[in-house]
């Protein structure tokens, strides 16, 4: 069983910068991965990033690729979000998600199995 528990989120201005953590606890072997999506009411929740935990190879959506930045500290048993040059439409709760998705699947909301509560980010002047 793998338990996750985000933290972080909160309300920066356009062009400012947060960091969400993801505090994971369990097994980690393997193909594991832990990604992180988002959801802004009304819309479909959708993929944000993710990386391989024991490989570190990482993975983003267009989205966000090249503002956006996920990380993970075996050590301290955590994966990070480094959101910078926030827009308006990023606004949405975040959620941390875990699972050991084949390549392919990387993007693919059901090839993660574990998901915390989310955490809130509001992006406004």
């Known amino acids: 069983q793998v338990q996750l528990v985000e933290s972080g989120g909160g309300l920066v201005q356009p062009g400012g910068s947060l960091r969400l953590s993801c505090a994971v606890s369990g097994s980690t072997s393997g193909q594991f991965a832990v990604g992180w999506w988002r959801q802004a009411p009304g819309k479909e929740r959708e993929f944000v990033a993710s990386i391989r935990w024991n490989g570190g190879s990482t993975y983003y959506a267009d989205s966000v690729k090249g503002r956006f930045s996920i990380s993970r500290d075996k050590a301290k048993s955590a994966a990070y979000l480094q959101m910078n040059s926030l827009e308006s439409e990023d606004k949405a709760t975040y959620l941390c998600?875990?699972?050991?998705?084949?390549?392919?699947?990387?993007?693919?909301?059901?090839?993660?199995?574990?998901w915390g509560q989310g955490t809130q980010v509001t992006v406004s002047s």
């Open positions: 998600a875990a699972g050991r998705p084949i390549l392919s699947s990387i993007r693919t909301m059901n090839a993660y199995i574990y």
